[in-house]
């Protein structure tokens, strides 16, 4: 079985005499094989006199070790990663049942790009299906091991766990609808019945074995959903008890996981200008750019995506407490230049060195959004804001559009309003996003919250809108359960932007990055407007890596049993050559699913290992110093 660096060989063809009238002889069947192993021999020489030498993939260095299959795994994919198909549509899906409209090629995307959107659009009410439209998710390993030809997601550690003896009936792809909201999985799909009854169906088919549950990006938070859902009762949750994490889950190994949101879901609601569905982007480099949709790709795409419930999951929780205030944030001062890598947060007093001599300058990242550069450099109190919030929207300015969105009813003044508040926090910010779009967030708020619980004992914390929220919920009650939180760094991640109000026309996007906002310098954090942190190209450090450091960590108000959490971050090296694909030492966001190390730590735990087998916590950014600066009641 190959992985990434390896290439196939040459084909081989016997070489026709042509002064004979004999037709040639077909080499046998050891012949071929032969003359393939030499291709691949070739190959294999020349890439490691490039590269060096190519190490065994993880799963054949551990079958050499004598790991076997021991608990069952089960895969909760993210946001995008995970195929659509169609079950029934209007005239103009004829030909198109059971096709897939998300994932694979996207052909119907540009053969008939109106009706894509249409099918792929939820009701603008409800976030559930339009009318005589029925988009499911695609099932079993399939649904997400690629997310296009060529372009794995779960391929490379499905095919690693297979090589220490892991199969279907050992693996399970807990497969969902990403575009509507978690609770609502359930009520249209049974999504979350069924993963409580295949992990019950693996644990009694595999001598009791407890799974290992592999979660990635959105499908953290998902998860976490999930294991709230599975205690609670019915007809809320899934009526399994206290104990039902306890009895059936061995660890949750979250890779990339927002736990706490990420700030380009503001951009992205707000504007659609993130690189977000960062897969499709790295899939087909602009290809959300071109004028697939006519003259009006953007305001498609937001109109389309504004009635996907499942990306208001993103959006930062915690507020100022978490992500910083105006004058202030966790990662306080900042150097964006090359990275110093530091294993468990202590760097060598070389590494110190540079550190010093690199440019540090402290950067406002509490301010989420500014409007104008200035704005994000000022201190606050020579900010003079005009509160947006009872502001009156005025007429239309769009009469002609046919695109509809919510700016289109805002009128120039309303506009105006959200630009003169100057900047906005991730507290004010989804204030912000209340007013600009009052119908996405209304549902919004049916099925999400941002806050921080005073009293977790407070009866209100039983609603299913807090269950994605770790600071508003409580872990099961499975003290021998493990947690991990696996993730890249070392590569620049969205944090806050600067944003400019355009003169605003029919049917147009009012607001922008400014892209002419930049730092200055070459190792700037703020570059074409976008001020850039730790993390890994989606997901920042603080994110990603503040409940396992800190709000997890032993007994806490938010982990009362006391789960064993761990840190396991991975620095990213980019690929050396061509020939290694997309890397097998990448943090990046969705390449990190083909890193050798992460993909070997999956493998230990699935065949029995704990955290402290594995090492412990293995940290290089400066997370552990970032949640001190946290003041969070514990």
Not at 458 to 466: E, G, R, S
């Amino acid at each position: 079985m190959s992985f990434l660096r390896r290439r196939k060989g040459p084909s081989s063809s016997s070489t026709q005499n042509t002064e004979s009238t004999t037709k040639p002889q077909q080499p046998q069947p050891q012949q071929k094989i032969n003359k393939e192993k030499s291709g691949r021999k070739w190959n294999c020489y020349v890439t490691e006199a490039i590269t060096g030498p190519m190490p065994d993939p993880p799963g054949v260095k551990l079958a050499k070790e004598g790991l076997k299959v021991k608990h069952p795994v089960v895969f909760v994919p993210g946001i995008v990663t995970g195929g659509l198909e169609l079950w029934e549509g209007h005239q103009c899906a004829e030909g198109l049942f059971r096709k897939r409209l998300w994932g694979g090629t996207f052909g119907e995307m540009y053969k008939r790009p109106l009706c894509w959107l249409e099918h792929l659009s939820l009701d603008n009410e409800t976030g559930l299906d339009p009318p005589g439209v029925r988009v499911r998710p695609v099932s079993g390993l399939v649904a997400a091991d690629y997310f296009a030809p060529g372009y794995f997601v779960w391929a490379v550690l499905i095919a690693n766990l297979a090589r220490i003896g892991y199969e279907e009936k050992t693996m399970y792809m807990a497969a969902y609808d990403w575009r509507i909201s978690f609770q609502n999985t359930e009520v249209r799909d049974q999504s979350l019945s069924r993963i409580k009854s295949n992990i019950e169906l693996m644990v009694a088919t595999n001598g009791g074995n407890k799974v290992v549950v592999i979660p990635h990006s959105m499908g953290v938070v998902y998860f976490l959903h999930f294991m709230k859902w599975v205690e609670a009762p019915a007809p809320m949750g899934g009526g399994g008890g206290s104990d039902w994490c306890a009895k059936h889950i061995k660890a949750v190994m979250n890779i990339g996981g927002p736990f706490l949101g990420v700030p380009k879901a503001v951009a992205g609601l707000f504007s659609l200008e993130a690189k977000d569905i960062a897969v499709a982007r790295a899939f087909a480099p602009g290809v959300w750019d071109k004028d697939v949709f006519g003259l009006r790709t953007l305001q498609h795409l937001m109109r389309m995506t504004r009635t996907w419930d499942s990306t208001m999951s993103m959006l930062p929780r915690g507020g100022e407490t978490i992500w910083g205030g105006l004058d202030w944030s966790p990662e306080g001062e900042s150097s964006c230049g090359p990275k110093n890598s530091k294993k468990n947060g202590t760097p060598t007093a070389e590494q110190e060195e540079k550190v010093d001599n690199n440019s540090t300058k402290s950067v406002n990242y509490g301010r989420v959004i500014s409007f104008g550069k200035d704005m994000a450099e000022t201190h606050s109190s020579k900010i003079e804001m005009v509160d947006f919030r009872d502001a009156v929207k005025g007429n239309k300015f769009a009469n002609n559009c046919d695109v509809w969105t919510e700016y289109h009813e805002m009128g120039v003044s309303g506009l105006k309003a959200v630009a003169d508040y100057k900047v906005y926090t991730a507290g004010s910010v989804l204030d912000m996003l209340h007013f600009v779009a009052p119908k996405l967030m209304a549902r919004g708020d049916q099925h999400f919250s941002y806050g921080i619980a005073d009293d977790l004992d407070d009866p209100k914390y039983q609603h299913y809108k807090y269950w994605s929220n770790p600071l508003e919920s409580k872990l099961p009650n499975a003290p021998d359960m493990e947690i991990y939180s696996m993730y890249g760094v070392g590569i620049p991640t969205e944090r806050a932007y600067v944003y400019k109000l355009t003169t605003p026309t029919d049917c147009s996007i009012p607001f922008q990055i400014d892209l002419s906002a930049d730092g200055g310098i070459e190792d700037s954090c703020l570059k074409s407007g976008v001020f850039s942190t730790n993390g890994d190209e989606t997901v920042p450090v603080l994110s990603a890596g503040f409940m396992c450091a800190k709000g997890w960590r032993g007994k806490t108000r938010f982990n009362p049993s006391g789960i064993h959490t761990y840190l396991r971050e991975y620095d990213h090296a980019p690929p050396v050559t061509l020939l290694e694909g997309r890397g097998t030492q990448s943090g990046a966001h969705v390449d990190i699913m083909g890193n050798f190390a992460l993909i070997e730590d999956v493998l230990r735990v699935a065949a029995g290992a704990t955290g402290k087998d594995l090492g412990g916590d293995q940290v290089y950014s400066d997370i552990l110093k970032w949640s001190e600066r946290i003041n969070l009641q514990l």
